[in-house]
């Protein structure tokens, strides 16, 4: 009995080991999906008022958290009995994603040739719209997060997939939205560090420094954001279709590159045959 116990407890550990070798290989491997998906959901989270903001991020991490608890059991059965459906739906995942970066790019074209009036048009989303937007986005990042997740453990047992694919999928949830969290609230902790600091010190220079540094990184996150969902669309296009990664062996220019072009170019011919659509209707 007491045998019996121990090699229950043997075998309890070697999983476990295997899950966390696993798991560490799939952080790894995803570490750039990780970043891109930072960028996005920061992009995605900003430009609410203040008071707004952690409400607002509760918000999208709890459907960022609603998001993965309904992928990850569909990805396990695919994986394990209609494995062939997975490239369709990131290659669906791959257009949207493609498809609201080109808008946002054309969006930004309108301000910059009409000014104020058409600033005003592309800012009427309610906050519940903005929402849904980022968790629809989130959904797409988290169904790529997972399937790449699940393609560096599939020589592992199934028990240990399950682990280390959810283990990365809730690591990512919380270090991603964590982040965002300090990135927005950036302003406040630099009033306060200002607030609590003597006059011309370095701590209070600091302070500063955070309070004036938010409104630059909103900035450059919104271009960085833009620019990594049409390299995560894009390379969805690029390793997933063998004539699109063909033409990239053929071009021979640097990968990240090639995806931000296919993205793009993906992106753009989606949005126009929309706005084609749309016309005929209107």
């Not at 609230?185 to 209070?204: C, E, F, P, V, W």
């Not at 938010?214 to 954001?225: D, E, F, M, W, Y």
Request: a positive charge; hydrophobic letters at 50%; zero cysteines.
């Amino acid at each position: 009995m007491t045998g019996g116990i121990f090699a229950i407890l043997d075998d309890i550990a070697i999983l476990l080991d295997d899950a966390a070798v696993a798991t560490k290989i799939s952080i790894k491997k995803t570490a750039g999906i990780l970043g891109d998906d930072l960028a996005v959901n920061a992009q995605k989270s900003s430009n609410f008022s203040s008071s707004r903001e952690l409400p607002v991020l509760y918000a999208i991490t709890k459907g960022s958290f609603i998001n993965k608890a309904l992928i990850l059991p569909v990805a396990f059965l695919l994986s394990a009995y209609a494995s062939y459906m997975i490239v369709p739906i990131l290659l669906l995942g791959g257009l949207y994603l493609s498809y609201e970066a080109v808008e946002k790019i054309y969006e930004y074209a309108q301000l910059k040739t009409k000014g104020n009036k058409q600033h005003q048009k592309t800012k009427t989303m309610t906050e519940k719209q903005k929402i849904k937007s980022a968790i629809m986005t989130d959904f797409i990042l988290s169904i790529e997060i997972v399937v790449l997740t699940l393609g560096t453990v599939l020589d592992y047992n199934l028990t240990t997939q399950i682990i280390a694919t959810s283990v990365v999928a809730i690591l990512a949830t919380v270090g991603v939205y964590g982040l965002v969290a300090l990135i927005i609230r950036m302003d406040d902790i630099g009033l306060y560090i200002t607030n609590h600091s003597k006059a011309n010190s370095y701590k209070q220079k600091f302070g500063k420094t955070l309070i004036t540094a938010l409104p630059k990184i909103i900035k450059i996150l919104t271009v960085v954001g833009t620019i990594a969902m049409l390299l995560v669309g894009g390379g969805i296009f690029s390793h997933n279709i063998s004539m699109v990664h063909h033409i990239g062996d053929i071009v021979q220019i640097y990968p990240v590159l090639f995806d931000m072009i296919v993205g793009f170019i993906v992106g753009f011919f989606f949005f126009i045959s929309l706005k084609f659509i749309k016309g005929l209707f209107v």
